[in-house]
């Protein structure tokens, strides 16, 4: 196998739950979340002389959201969320994955901007400016989605106390 | 911990995901596919503008095998060149020649369920982020009225383009309601071209042979209404006395 193809198969092995779990709060589908990233990565290989030698991760997450956005622009979008699990109670593991189920529900609710904005924000910790450029929409835009998108999934929270779970 | 700490927590709490492995076999194919793809459309779009006919199709080594004579389709040769999509960033190794590649275009007995014969075709490619790539393939439909239609080009995206070995291989594909072929081919001396394929054994593909670079090739091409749409498995070069050639890279990319 050439050098080059093992520097990715590494690349592909260490980033690949991130991507997938990123999908995943993007679309709340197991499955559209594994081809999502799937095709990210196919698409990263396909120019990773290139990549390579620059941040790939970076190059990965911005195929995966735009892939997905895409996805959005089309007319079957959001699947139906009339389903919310119950408010999770802050307590031990079996806690935590519920809460984080009714987290990703949650973020159903959310117009696909608002929740790409959230997930770049809060899950790949990007900066107002990068998601900005990351989406193609202004920093103001970003600001304005994001403070929606938050104030949306404030509406489904009700926590006990900070830092109670997980 | 506030709010924004708190949703930062919890969207990132992904210790337990029940996610599976990568595909990385599907991964790697397609992105090989595109890439192939991506190279190839560069290669076309600039042939519209940059066109320059140098000379005519060269002839024939030998006959294929089990698909008649192979003979030059009677059309205008060309070579065609490409500007870079951006600068590489580093520097590559120059070219080993810079002697333009004459198209070169052989029939090949097989008919295409989409309508016409198939057609494989030799090309120059030369783009910057592929130095060691002259050339690159293509299968072409030939119509009844002379006239001939690419359907899938491809090329050698990863080493020498005629180091020994299968080059550029691409598996079946339905392109314009035609079952494409799987193809490509193989640099060396090879006699034989040989898969196998579940259900059907070991199949031969046909051959033609062409002179590039000043290194034989055998283009090759499975009929795919016996291998079907899936790629034929345990790809095989055989020289004249039966004996296995170098192999390289055997993977049929798709797309």
Redesign the interface.
Known sequence: MPRGDDEFVEFAQVAWKRLVHAAYLLTSDHHRAEDAAQTALARTYASWSRVRRQDAYAYTRRILVNHLTDGWRRPIREQPHSDVPDRPAPGDLADHITRRDWLVSALRTLAPRERAVVVLRYYFDLSEADVATELGISVGSVKSMGARGLARLRLHTDRVSPGATG | ????D?????????A?????????D???R???G??RR?TATAVSAAALVLVTVTGVALTIDRPTAGNGTVTPVADAPSVVTTTPE?P???PEPTRATAAPIPEQNFRTGLQLDGGGELVMRVHAVEHP?LPQTRFGIAACRLDSGGATQVLIVTNET??SDVAPGFHAIEAPMNVKDTLVPEFGYYAGPAERITGVVPGAGTVEAGTAVAKVAGTMIVLFWFDPAVTGPEPVADLRALDENGKDLPGGDTRAGRG
């Open positions: 911990m506030n709010e924004h708190l949703i930062r927590h919890d969207l990132q709490a992904d337990d995901l029940p996610y599976g492995a990568p595909d990385l599907a991964i790697m397609t992105g090989r595109l890439r991506r951006s590489p960033p580093t982020q990863d080493v």
